[in-house]
């Protein structure tokens, strides 16, 4: 069981838009950073977003990140089937167990 | 280009130990926060520890604590993790990631090595 909850599993057809949730805690995305990544398969993770909803150089503007509250969401426009991967989001935890946590990971399908 | 190399991976017995190492480059190696994160097979992403710029502070999922143990030597551009006491359960694929910042308290990793698997069985 993730300390972070996102769906397991979103669908779309190309060129369209699809959106992945994020749901913490005050603890958590509450208070601290998200960032998302892309894991393709058989790859190692990449990242896509951090501080929330800022691109590192070289992520395409078709991905973007918000936040409010507890709860984040990773949008991803003009989907291309080369887009189909694992969804992670990640923040810290500052409860007494303080650490990193991850969500349990959004499988996109793109029909 | 940065890279992040992780080694010391294999098949180990229950209750044995094992040390793992990422050997770093392309950055300044110690102006940077770094984590292990590990992936059990067909499974999600789970934190495993983080280390601060300067080793000032370190921190341990609950699963790990106190029985792994995370380092670092800035002047060999080197990243550690010994785990002693190995279970079942920490089989996986162990990755190397570095963080956006130098400091402890956020979970921001920004490039990752390709993972090195440690398999705990009898």
């Known amino acids: 069981q993730s300390v972070l909850t996102q769906p397991p599993s979103v669908s779309a057809a190309p060129g369209q838009k699809v959106t992945i949730s994020c749901s913490g805690s005050?603890?958590?995305?509450?208070?601290?950073?998200v960032s998302w990544y892309q894991q393709l398969p058989g790859t190692a993770p990449k990242l896509l977003i951090y501080?929330?909803?800022k691109r590192p150089s070289g992520i395409p503007d078709r991905f973007s990140g918000s936040k409010s509250g507890t709860s984040a969401t990773l949008g991803i426009t003009g989907l291309q089937t080369g887009d189909e991967a694992d969804y992670y989001c990640g923040t810290w935890d500052s409860s007494l167990s303080a650490g990193g946590v991850f969500g349990g990971g959004t499988k996109l399908t793109v029909l | 280009e940065v890279q992040l190399v992780e080694s010391g991976g294999g098949l180990v017995q229950p209750g044995r130990s094992l040390r793992l190492s990422c050997a770093a480059s392309?950055?300044?190696?110690?102006?940077?926060?770094m984590h292990w994160v590990r992936q059990a097979p067909g499974k999600g992403l789970e934190w495993v520890s983080g280390?601060?710029?300067?080793?000032?502070?370190?921190g341990y999922a609950d699963s790990v604590k106190g029985r792994f143990t995370i380092s670092r030597d800035n002047a060999k551009n080197s990243l550690y993790l010994q785990m002693n006491s190995l279970r079942a359960e920490d089989t996986a694929l162990y990755y190397c990631?570095?963080?956006?910042?130098?400091?402890?308290?956020?979970?921001?990793?920004?490039?990752w090595g390709q993972g090195t698997l440690v398999t705990v069985s009898s």
């Open positions: 501080d929330n909803n």
């Open positions: 280390i601060s710029w300067n080793s000032g502070s370190t």
């Open positions: 990631a570095k963080d956006i910042g130098e400091g402890f308290g956020e979970l921001s990793a920004d490039y």
């Open positions: 005050s603890s958590n995305i509450g208070n601290n950073y």
């Open positions: 392309g950055f300044t190696f110690d102006d940077y926060a």
